[in-house]
């Protein structure tokens, strides 16, 4: 049986990589601050560096991206880190590892590294025995397509029971996507309506107006559609199209995003449009001939009773118009059109803004302006919920790893359903659509649910 306990320590592979610099660090000394974090921290990394290295690195990461001002957090953190060194593919490191966990319990190892150095760290765990009562989080990218995804799970499971193993989608972890889900299981008056016989369309945008900002070779290996839309995309959809939990139970949330994950057809690729935006192939890393994609858009099929002939577009670009992620749900028109002039208009819709700057969420409709005429003009009431205290994604996740809850991480079948969704569309050779900065994307996706991004944000003063 898989452990119930908290964890006992915290083993990170990787403590000396980008991602925990960026990530990882702030949002320990955030669970510190909160009284969520009392365990030993192992950091596991190069040989050449030790703990007085470490620690200077962990400052420098509370400095930039953490709260320096909360001293008594920031020390805490930097006194329960322990340094193991060695390389990966070297028993002795394993084996030094093993000796600083003897009397814990319930370590949970932290696998910020690579994926292709998975196997190689599970298996000096399980040579150094630290396996048996462990938990492992696995970063994203969960494999480059179905059949890797498949040998990675094959590897975890040889070593660690499902309950044991955490596939960490920072996405899951954000307030805005848990806000979503909660909006539409707390409230009635979306039920009636929440299925295709009022809901014309949904798309789901993940737009950034910024490139890949020095990471042109990682970008060369993965595209926006391994990125973004495997992962975090249909995440979202699986969000805005899933039925009713049964209950609070830790696995009834993921019954039933699995449910609608295999309901989505797997795409003929009729629908894709790939774009890649001008001077991408000038960024440090990129080949002068890439094909790689920074833009896909495509249109989905959810075939449930619920959803069916409703379409799902999924979009996301870098170097675009503007950097927002958000759900529209486009209504129906009303059966008879009294006014004609509301038929040039935007259809009413439901608008959830994730962020990054901004959540909110939005009814869009018309009014009738002031004045003699009988006209109207569209309108957004909205509800913006921000906290100076809000819990990133990060600290939310790794908090409820060492806790042992995996209802915010992603199971085996998910990460399998999503490979098989978008699999076809890696193995076509469609067109490749330049477009410049700055604009929605190629003109060749207009028509595959553009976003209302172009209308004025819900302004922060709403209420």
Known sequence: MPPTRNSDALVLFGATGDLAYRKIFPALQALIRRGQLE???????????????????????????????????????????????????????????????????????YLAIPPSLFGVVIQGLHAGGDCAKARVVVEKPFGRDLKSAQELNAVLRARFAEPSIFRIDHYLGKESVQNLLYFRFANT?????????????????????????????FYEEVGAIRDVVQNHLLQVVAHVAMEPP??????????????????????????????QYLGYREEPGVAADSSVETFAAMQLHVDSWRWADVPFFVRAGKCLADTATEVLVTLKRPPQTVFKEALSAHADHFRFRLGPDRVAIALGARVKKPGIEMVGQQLELYVSNESEDEMSAYERLIGDALRGDPSLFTREDAVLESWRI???????????????????????????GRPLLALPPPDSSGA
Request: proline share 3%.
């Open 39 to 109: 365990t030993p921290i192992v950091a596991v990394g190069k040989e050449t560096w030790g703990i007085e290295r470490l620690r200077e690195r962990v400052l420098d990461s509370i400095r930039e991206f953490g709260d320096d001002t909360e001293r008594r957090s920031r020390d805490s953190l930097l006194g329960r880190l322990q340094f193991v060194h060695g390389d990966y593919r070297d028993g002795e490191t394993f084996t030094r590892l093993g000796e600083v966990l003897r009397d814990t319990q319930c370590p949970l190892h």
């Open 189 to 217: 008056f979306l039920e009636p309506i929440w299925n295709r016989h009022y809901v014309d369309s949904v798309t789901i945008s993940m737009m950034e107006s910024f490139g890949v900002e020095g990471r042109g070779r």
């Open 246 to 275: 049964t209950s609070n139970a830790v696995d009834s949330l993921r019954d039933e995003k699995i449910k609608v994950l295999r309901s989505v057809r797997s795409s003929t690729g009729r629908s894709l449009i790939r774009g």
């Open 422 to 448: 978008v699999d076809p569309l890696l193995e076509l050779s469609t067109e490749l659509h330049a477009y410049e900065r700055g604009t929605w994307g190629p003109a060749a996706a207009d028509g595959l």
